[in-house]
């Protein structure tokens, strides 16, 4: 089957990506992307905004876009990390679970401020609010901050000193459970994928057993193509695909344009053997079966 060129992985502005929707997707049209997702991490806010003006008959580009997010979820204490596509961003189930998800980042970075003040580190969380701009707020926003403040030289290295795991000024949060999340991007019409399932730190049998779950909640896809995952990597999440009867995705994770690793459009090709998410109008196939 024949795929436009497509990028189903991204984030901006309203999230911790550092290109407006706007921007986002004047870039990816002039990379050659034909059908372009956005997917901010628990917000469609981007998306939405970018919608009312591209989704209209006097839009003369022929760019598809598709309204998506990438939503934080647990199972156990395991954090997931799920891209929706093909949202109905008015389905007031949605809405209600990304009213939710605010709530619960502002009270995170809240709680996070206070760890980073009994450093020495004071007014974080103003500066905070300052830097997300009204984005949806996450740990990059700090990692940005204490960069500005010369606490530290890199965001690697504040995810390192004190916004990673187990670190420093590390909370924890109830997310949602994966099960609540793959019965909201169902509810409001959309397709569940995986993402970056190489990215977790698993065991290849511990991120089996997810898959597995994943797929008997109801989980229709994983991302199979993304920077960093190997040919290996995907030979054996490849098997898995099949075993589940998943469908397969890809897109660049794309963040910003100062990192090299990600560009828009980009990312390991990966087998068209395989049932995908998109069909070849670009549109989103409805679910698993
Ligand atoms: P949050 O959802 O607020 O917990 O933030 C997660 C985001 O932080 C990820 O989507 C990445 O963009 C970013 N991130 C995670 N780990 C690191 C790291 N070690 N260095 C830089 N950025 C990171
Ligand atoms: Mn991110
Ligand atoms: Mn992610
Ligand atoms: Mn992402």
């Not at 917000?43 to 970018?50: A, D, R, S």
């Not at 000024?169 to 993402?195: C, D, F, H, R, Y």
């Not at 049998?205 to 994943?214: D, G």
Request: hydrophobic share 40%.
């Amino acid at each position: 089957m024949n795929l436009p060129k497509y990028d189903l992985h991204t984030h901006t502005t309203a999230s911790d990506g550092v290109l407006s929707p706007l921007a986002l997707y004047d870039s990816a049209r002039e990379a050659g992307v034909e059908v372009l997702a956005i997917t901010d991490h628990d917000t469609i806010e981007g998306v939405k905004g970018l919608m009312a003006i591209k989704n209209t008959s006097e839009n003369e580009d022929n760019m598809i876009l598709i309204p998506g997010a990438e939503f934080t979820c647990l199972l156990g204490k395991q954090i997931l990390h799920i891209v929706g596509l093909g949202l109905d961003i008015e389905h007031p189930e949605l809405k209600r679970h990304l009213a939710d998800l605010e709530t619960l980042r502002v009270d995170r970075a809240k709680r996070i401020a206070l760890k980073l003040e009994k450093k020495r580190i004071p007014n974080i969380y103003n500066l905070v609010c300052e830097k997300a701009a009204g984005a949806q707020i996450g740990r990059p926003h700090f990692a940005k901050v204490l960069c500005d403040l010369k606490v530290v030289n890199s965001e690697e290295e504040a995810f390192k000193k004190y916004l990673g795991a187990g670190k420093l000024a590390n909370v924890s949060v109830a997310w949602p459970s994966l099960e609540k999340v793959l019965e909201v991007i169902k509810a409001s019409g959309a397709v569940s994928v995986l993402a970056h399932p190489t990215k977790y730190k698993l065991t290849m049998s511990k991120l089996r057993k997810i898959i597995a779950e994943f797929s008997a909640l109801g989980g229709d896809a994983l991302e199979l193509g993304y920077p960093g995952i190997n040919r290996e990597q995907q030979n054996i999440l490849k098997f898995e695909v099949q075993k589940h009867e998943l469908l397969v995705s890809a897109g660049s994770d794309f963040h910003t344009p100062e990192n090299r690793w990600t560009r828009l459009g980009v990312y390991p090709e990966i087998s068209a053997d395989l049932p995908h998410v998109l069909n070849s109008d670009g549109v989103i196939n409805k679910q698993k079966q």
